[in-house]
């Protein structure tokens, strides 16, 4: 597995002695058994394609399931590896979703955090904004270096059985190194090299070295403050600004890996690559935008920075934590998506902002009075051969934001109070609504990826919901076919089906914060859909590509709407003949048009 583990034997005696969640047991992954694995795999594809393709498929399955077929020689081998490793899947997963994976970064793997829009009056605003935030993580960052973040519970039918919390360790000791055909995500442990004491500072395309342990002192928010105010000069300064080298790290994967390996050979860029790959996150102080900052413009800073023309160069993509903050208060965190899923993204988000707003009624007013040593810019020597590719990136992430086809809808009809007061679970339903919107506009479903948390086993990260059911079908033909004329009643009992199907596999995990997720289409023929219900309104934010001709974001944003408007339409109607249809014990005890409440 290319994950490199630097650990001594100092470190697993530490965890020995550590009460902490180190200390849990968790079971290991099963592997499903062979039949059961096929079975599952024909009734998750059988209403998704043609009868002809079925059959065909059908009988493929079947002789490789056959007893002495290469099925069973498979499964036992499966099964030996189940016993040697700690999660028998994990490498496979990892290495297919991610690692394997030629595309850019930007756009086609990682996920954004957009924060609430700030006001930054003047500049220091801004800076004292950015303080506050790498406080935040330090403060997080020391949670974590004591084992002392609280361990995560599985919530819905698993309520109560602890999850696994290594995930939590990749947010800022990790890095993704680009290869030639394989990336390799490396995991940076303590004791083999010094602990990483400072983080990169991203302005103007320029990446600084802000040491945030000086002395053995961790640095205050006034010293936090000091700093950033001095690199925000230095970066100003046109006569030592260098070439965007952070464009190369936004180029497809095998591209920067060549780059890269040109940078290597000389020993100036080697130290500065080093600085950053061994740094805690990078805080990116990005310039204006020029957009009006609404949901989707701010999360499309977030998600590509707006081009290399814009804040698309003021990045390095390769950092699993990247946080923004925008002088037109366009803030939020891009993410590295292979070391953690995303509720432990969300979980660290959470603690910044709640960090941020308890340390709002005390901001920091005043500079450092301390002498501190002047933040370092990282150099780089550029080659012809270098100057080539950062032209060529910086080409490909202009395409790369053109294709884009991405919008944030806010529904405002209705929110998760509605579908909680129908006893139904918000994310089943709205899982459903997207089904639904989709058969609208193309009379048929397709396969459907929703992430389930397989945390509660050893290294677990996630794994598949299709959430194409057969039964989502029905309901979206019964509520679309004109020609089926069905009474609600038998449209209600398809909806529950349909979201009985659903609510055997997720369970949604809320955030408390102002904030929302975004990310981009994972295929080039398809949408990325991800949701954030709130109390009285759900906010959607739906992607595609621009050069597929049969999709379109707009479009499929409006079909949500309407399926939503239909589903509550269903809800009420069905309410109101249940509450005026009296059953017979109160049709003999009930007055005149009374109604029993």
């Given at each position: 597995?290319?994950?490199?583990?630097?650990?001594?034997?100092?470190?697993?005696?530490?965890?020995?002695?550590?009460?902490?969640?180190?200390?849990?047991?968790?079971?290991?992954?099963?592997?499903?058994?062979?039949?059961?694995?096929?079975?599952?795999?024909?009734?998750?594809?059988?209403?998704?394609?043609?009868?002809?393709?079925?059959?065909?498929?059908?009988?493929?399955?079947?002789?490789?399931?056959?007893?002495?077929?290469?099925?069973?020689?498979?499964?036992?081998?499966?099964?030996?590896?189940?016993?040697?490793?700690?999660?028998?899947?994990?490498?496979?997963?990892?290495?297919?979703?991610?690692?394997?994976?030629?595309?850019?970064?930007?756009?086609?793997?990682?996920?954004?955090?957009?924060?609430?829009?700030?006001?930054?009056?003047?500049?220091?605003?801004?800076?004292?904004?950015?303080?506050?935030?790498?406080?935040?993580?330090?403060?997080?960052?020391?949670?974590?270096?004591?084992?002392?973040?609280?361990?995560?519970?599985?919530?819905?039918?698993?309520?109560?059985?602890?999850?696994?919390?290594?995930?939590?360790?990749?947010?800022?000791?990790?890095?993704?190194?680009?290869?030639?055909?394989?990336?390799?995500?490396?995991?940076?442990?303590?004791?083999?090299?010094?602990?990483?004491?400072?983080?990169?500072?991203?302005?103007?395309?320029?990446?600084?070295?802000?040491?945030?342990?000086?002395?053995?002192?961790?640095?205050?928010?006034?010293?936090?403050?000091?700093?950033?105010?001095?690199?925000?000069?230095?970066?100003?300064n046109e006569e030592e600004r260098l070439p965007p080298i952070g464009l190369l790290t936004s180029d497809g994967r095998t591209e920067w890996a060549e780059a890269r390996k040109i940078l290597v050979e000389d020993s100036t860029n080697r130290d500065s690559l080093d600085m950053i790959e061994r740094s805690l996150c990078l805080v990116c102080l990005d310039c204006p935008s020029g957009e009006e900052p609404n949901d989707t413009n701010r999360a499309l800073q977030l998600l590509h920075g707006g081009g290399y023309h814009k804040n698309g160069a003021n990045r390095w993509?390769?950092?699993?934590?990247?946080?923004?903050?925008?002088?037109?208060?366009?803030?939020?965190?891009?993410?590295?998506?292979?070391?953690?899923?995303?509720?432990?993204?969300?979980?660290?988000?959470?603690?910044?902002?709640?960090?941020?707003?308890?340390?709002?009624?005390?901001?920091?007013?005043?500079?450092?009075?301390?002498?501190?040593?002047?933040?370092?810019?990282?150099?780089?020597?550029?080659?012809?051969?270098?100057?080539?590719?950062?032209?060529?990136?910086?080409?490909?992430?202009?395409?790369?934001?053109?294709?884009?086809?991405?919008?944030?809808?806010?529904?405002?009809?209705?929110?998760?109070?509605?579908?909680?007061?129908?006893?139904?679970?918000?994310?089943?339903?709205?899982?459903?609504?997207?089904?639904?919107?989709?058969?609208?506009?193309?009379?048929?479903?397709?396969?459907?990826?929703?992430?389930?948390?397989?945390?509660?086993?050893?290294?677990?990260?996630?794994?598949?919901?299709?959430?194409?059911?057969?039964?989502?079908?029905?309901?979206?033909?019964?509520?679309?076919?004109?020609?089926?004329?069905?009474?609600?009643?038998?449209?209600?009992?398809?909806?529950?089906?349909?979201?009985?199907?659903?609510?055997?596999?997720?369970?949604?995990?809320?955030?408390?914060?102002?904030?929302?997720?975004?990310?981009?289409?994972?295929?080039?023929?398809?949408?990325?859909?991800?949701?954030?219900?709130?109390?009285?309104?759900?906010?959607?934010?739906?992607?595609?590509?621009?050069?597929?001709?049969?999709?379109?974001?707009?479009?499929?944003?409006?079909?949500?709407?309407?399926?939503?408007?239909?589903?509550?339409?269903?809800?009420?109607?069905?309410?109101?003949?249940?509450?005026?249809?009296?059953?017979?014990?109160?049709?003999?005890?009930?007055?005149?048009?009374?109604?029993?409440?």
């Open positions: 597995m290319p994950i490199l583990e630097k650990a001594t034997k100092e470190e697993e005696e530490k965890k020995k002695e550590s009460h902490s969640q180190d200390e849990m047991v968790l079971p290991k992954l099963p592997v499903p058994p062979l039949q059961q694995t096929l079975h599952m795999y024909l009734q998750c594809m059988k209403h998704l394609v043609s009868e002809e393709q079925y059959m065909k498929t059908k009988g493929i399955v079947e002789r490789f399931g056959a007893a002495g077929g290469p099925g069973e020689m498979l499964q036992q081998k499966l099964l030996e590896r189940q016993e040697k490793m700690e999660n028998w899947v994990l490498d496979y997963w990892l290495n297919d979703m991610y690692l394997n994976n030629r595309l850019a970064l930007p756009v086609n793997s990682s996920p954004a955090i957009i924060f609430a829009h700030q006001h930054f009056p003047d500049a220091s605003d801004q800076l004292r904004f950015a303080a506050n935030l790498i406080s935040g993580v330090l403060d997080y960052k020391a949670l974590l270096d004591t084992h002392a973040v609280p361990v995560d519970f599985a919530r819905g039918q698993l309520s109560g059985h602890p999850l696994c919390m290594k995930q939590y360790y990749g947010l800022f000791s990790s890095y993704r190194l680009p290869g030639h055909t394989k990336d390799t995500l490396v995991a940076q442990k303590n004791n083999i090299m010094p602990e990483p004491e400072h983080i990169i500072v991203a302005c103007n395309n320029q990446f600084f070295v802000l040491d945030v342990v000086i002395n053995f002192r961790r640095l205050s928010e006034g010293d936090l403050f000091t700093q950033l105010r001095k690199i925000a000069k230095m970066s100003e993509y390769d950092k699993p934590m990247q946080l923004v903050v925008g002088r037109d208060g366009v803030c939020g965190t891009v993410c590295e998506h292979s070391p953690f899923e995303g509720i432990v993204l969300v979980q660290c988000v959470e603690h910044l902002l709640r960090h941020m707003k308890e340390g709002a009624k005390k901001l920091v007013r005043a500079d450092s009075v301390s002498e501190l040593p002047a933040p370092r810019r990282l150099r780089w020597k550029c080659s012809p051969e270098i100057q080539a590719h950062l032209a060529s990136a910086a080409e490909k992430l202009q395409r790369s934001v053109k294709n884009l086809d991405f919008i944030v809808y806010k529904f405002e009809n209705y929110g998760k109070e509605f579908i909680k007061k129908q006893k139904m679970s918000p994310d089943a339903y709205i899982q459903v609504a997207l089904q639904l919107a989709f058969y609208r506009l193309y009379g048929r479903l397709v396969p459907t990826y929703e992430s389930a948390s397989i945390r509660r086993f050893e290294e677990g990260r996630v794994d598949n919901i299709r959430s194409a059911t057969p039964e989502a079908l029905a309901f979206a033909q019964g509520m679309t076919d004109k020609t089926l004329s069905l009474q609600d009643s038998e449209k209600m009992r398809r909806f529950k089906d349909a979201i009985t199907a659903q609510t055997n596999y997720t369970i949604l995990v809320p955030t408390t914060m102002e904030m929302f997720c975004c990310y981009g289409p994972v295929i080039p023929n398809g949408y990325g859909a991800c949701y954030n219900p709130q109390p009285e309104h759900i906010l959607f934010c739906i992607s595609s590509f621009k050069d597929c001709k049969e999709t379109s974001s707009n479009k499929f944003a409006k079909a949500v709407g309407e399926s939503l408007t239909d589903m509550r339409e269903l809800c009420v109607k069905c309410q109101a003949t249940k509450t005026s249809t009296p059953t017979k014990q109160e049709a003999t005890s009930a007055p005149p048009h009374g109604r029993k409440s």
